[in-house]
T-cell receptor
């Protein structure tokens, strides 16, 4: 069993739909990262969080430390949100390495 | 503009022919890292460097070498490439460790080893 699991693996939705991508982890963490990989391959860091909730534009990331679970939400989704969304965690005592999820491929249809 | 630059972006080569993928960052970051990405396996770390002259193995270091002689550069060397090193490679940098520092990624290098 992977230490970081994402669901769903693939998600197709219509424009304007509310999107939720989930990340569950089985290890203790210092922080959880959400990243976006564009269809062209480039990777961008979206959020880092260790508690609560963060918001940037239409993207919202939440984390529940007790349940070892994080969600990434996209409101009013748009075709340009189509990408692979990757969750990764940093463990206490491991400041230089992340444990990576396999990614969720999101397609937003117009 | 703050960026991580990888070269080449694409390379097709043959087994055994030494190659180097360069990585340079202009943000004065201490931390740099190399990843490979394969379908179904996600990102896997090859090597990382905490600062100049300080490097350490990641999860899949076999068949690769790195060096960090200057803060801005972190080349990845394949001394004798093999077909199982065909992959998409990313270089990344960060101001410090990875707990609360975002990584900045290069655009990727797609390597095909025949």
């Amino acid at each position: 069993k992977n230490e970081v699991e994402q669901s769903p693996q693939n998600l197709t939705a219509q424009e304007e739909e509310f999107i939720t991508i989930n990340c569950s982890y089985s290890v203790g963490i210092s922080a959880l990262h959400w990243l976006q990989q564009h269809p062209g391959g480039g990777i961008v860091s979206l959020f880092m969080l260790s508690s609560g909730k963060k918001k940037h534009g239409r993207l919202i990331a939440t984390i529940n430390i007790q349940e070892k679970h994080s969600s990434l939400h996209i409101t009013a989704s748009h075709p340009r949100d189509s990408a692979v969304y990757i969750c990764a965690v940093s463990s206490p005592g491991s400041n230089y390495q992340l444990i990576w999820g396999a990614g969720t491929k999101l397609i937003i249809k117009p | 503009e703050a960026q991580v630059t990888q070269n080449p972006r694409y390379l097709i080569t043959v087994t055994g022919k030494k190659l180097t993928v360069t990585c340079s960052q202009n943000m004065n970051h201490e931390y740099m890292s190399w990843y490979r990405q394969d379908p179904g396996l996600g990102l896997r770390q090859i090597y990382y460097s905490m600062n100049v002259e300080v490097t350490d193995k990641g999860d899949v270091p076999e068949g690769y070498k790195v060096s960090r002689k200057e803060k801005r550069n972190f080349p990845l060397i394949l001394e004798s490439p093999s077909p199982n090193q065909t992959s998409l490679y990313f270089c990344a940098s960060s101001q410090g460790g990875l707990i609360f520092q975002p990584q900045h990624f290069g655009d990727g290098t797609r390597l095909s080893i025949l």
